[in-house]
């Protein structure tokens, strides 16, 4: 199993509890004040983290209107300019300190997305303790590079990308820092379809590239979650909005508060179902273990009588012998009278 990675003060795993971080995005619809709501209510819901994304329209792509710079008609931003989408989204990034330090004080782990190498230093400066490459960006050796080297650890998106495309973003970045790497199965569709997750992918990357591996979760209501636990994942990511009737680019997609609550409790039952390895029974069973079956006299036997199917029998409860001895004392003689409904013991056959 891969190593875990340090988050903060956290340790993210195998066999740690699963890390949740809730996406900011473009939920705050350019009002501050929406964005210290949606950090409170990361933490209200039981969230690990709150993740920005650290760009502007400029660092992220030009000013044009022609070609792919224009979003097509199966997007839910068809007929949009990528850079008017982005000045749109964008994060203002004199937010960053002030949602860093209310993110402190309600317990949550504060970090973001950048985009380019200038917002790698600007979150460097706020002492993020991670960094997240999204998945268009998984195929930016650069940026890898740049995060890498700041010695955090680096959990990359992999929507779109091949096994190829993936392995050069892990080598790179284990080559260039210290921090580890995380890798989130991902369908960077939004919303995305349910089935085109493909979840028992999750534990083909664990081996497949020996990384914590986790969920970057783009479809609607709580269910892939929880699966990908099952699975192995041992990070969430998901998209918070106060409310998906606000107008904006992401709210379509994300999960209201309580919604994201129920993903978590749903999260923490998946962990405490899968337990450990264990056989035999729990201690909650252990009250049940008399009432399975064992072998029987059912009817009066006389000392030095034959044992027979008419006078013992498997049945409930589970005081006599196990039911796979029965063959062995079948034709076998009492040793002492036995009376109907006495438990059969060995000291009860004759050698």
């Given at each position: 199993?891969?190593?875990?990675?340090?988050?903060?003060?956290?340790?993210?795993?195998?066999?740690?509890?699963?890390?949740?971080?809730?996406?900011?995005?473009?939920?705050?619809?350019?009002?501050?004040?929406?964005?210290?709501?949606?950090?409170?209510?990361?933490?209200?819901?039981?969230?690990?983290?709150?993740k920005?994304?650290?760009?502007?329209?400029?660092?992220?792509?030009?000013?044009?209107?022609?070609?792919?710079?224009?979003?097509?008609?199966?997007?839910?931003?068809?007929?949009?300019?990528?850079?008017?989408?982005?000045?749109?989204?964008?994060?203002?990034?004199?937010w960053?300190r002030?949602?860093?330090?209310?993110?402190?004080r309600?317990?949550?782990?504060?970090?973001?997305?950048?985009?380019?190498?200038?917002?790698?230093?600007?979150?460097q400066?706020?002492?993020?303790?991670?960094?997240?490459?999204?998945?268009?960006?998984?195929?930016?050796?650069?940026?890898?590079?740049?995060?890498a080297?700041?010695?955090?650890?680096?959990?990359?998106?992999?929507?779109?990308?091949?096994?190829?495309?993936?392995?050069?973003?892990?080598?790179?970045?284990?080559?260039?820092?210290?921090?580890?790497?995380?890798?989130?199965?991902?369908?960077?569709?939004?919303?995305?379809?349910?089935?085109?997750?493909?979840?028992?992918?999750?534990?083909?990357?664990?081996?497949?590239?020996?990384?914590?591996?986790?969920?970057?979760?783009?479809?609607i209501?709580?269910?892939?979650?929880?699966?990908?636990?099952?699975?192995?994942?041992?990070?969430?990511?998901?998209?918070?909005?106060?409310?998906?009737?606000?107008?904006?680019?992401?709210?379509?997609?994300s999960?209201?508060?309580?919604?994201?609550?129920?993903?978590?409790?749903?999260?923490?039952?998946?962990?405490?179902?899968?337990?450990?390895?264990?056989?035999?029974?729990?201690?909650?069973?252990?009250?049940?273990?008399?009432?399975?079956?064992?072998?029987?006299?059912?009817?009066?036997?006389?000392?030095?009588?034959?044992?027979?199917?008419?006078?013992?029998?498997?049945?409930?409860?589970?005081d006599?012998?196990?039911?796979?001895?029965?063959?062995?004392?079948?034709?076998?003689?009492?040793?002492?009278?036995?009376?109907?409904g006495?438990?059969?013991?060995?000291?009860?056959?004759?050698?």
């Amino acid at each position: 199993m891969p190593d875990a990675i340090s988050i903060g003060s956290r340790l993210v795993g195998p066999g740690e509890p699963t890390y949740i971080i809730a996406e900011l995005s473009a939920n705050h619809g350019g009002v501050l004040e929406n964005a210290v709501q949606l950090v409170e209510a990361a933490a209200a819901a039981g969230a690990n983290a709150i993740k920005l994304q650290t760009y502007t329209a400029d660092t992220i792509t030009i000013d044009h209107a022609e070609g792919t710079f224009l979003i097509g008609s199966n997007s839910p931003w068809a007929g949009r300019t990528l850079y008017d989408l982005y000045r749109e989204a964008s994060t203002p990034w004199e937010w960053h300190r002030p949602l860093r330090d209310l993110a402190h004080r309600l317990g949550l782990d504060f970090f973001s997305s950048p985009f380019d190498v200038s917002a790698v230093d600007f979150l460097q400066r706020l002492d993020v303790p991670a960094y997240k490459i999204a998945s268009p960006e998984i195929v930016d050796i650069g940026l890898i590079k740049a995060a890498a080297a700041t010695g955090r650890p680096l959990i990359m998106s992999t929507g779109m990308a091949s096994v190829v495309e993936i392995e050069a973003a892990v080598e790179t970045a284990r080559a260039n820092g210290i921090g580890g790497v995380a890798l989130l199965r991902c369908n960077s569709t939004y919303p995305a379809p349910i089935e085109e997750m493909d979840l028992r992918t999750i534990p083909d990357m664990i081996a497949r590239f020996d990384t914590v591996v986790g969920l970057s979760d783009h479809t609607i209501g709580g269910m892939a979650a929880p699966i990908a636990v099952a699975l192995g994942a041992s990070i969430v990511e998901k998209h918070l909005t106060m409310s998906r009737a606000h107008a904006g680019p992401d709210s379509g997609f994300s999960s209201e508060p309580d919604e994201f609550a129920a993903m978590v409790h749903a999260i923490r039952e998946a962990e405490t179902a899968l337990g450990a390895v264990r056989y035999g029974p729990s201690s909650s069973e252990l009250g049940t273990v008399p009432f399975r079956r064992s072998l029987y006299v059912v009817a009066d036997i006389a000392e030095g009588d034959v044992l027979t199917e008419t006078n013992v029998r498997s049945i409930r409860p589970g005081d006599g012998l196990p039911p796979r001895h029965l063959d062995d004392v079948l034709g076998r003689r009492t040793g002492r009278a036995l009376q109907k409904g006495t438990p059969l013991r060995w000291e009860d056959v004759r050698d």
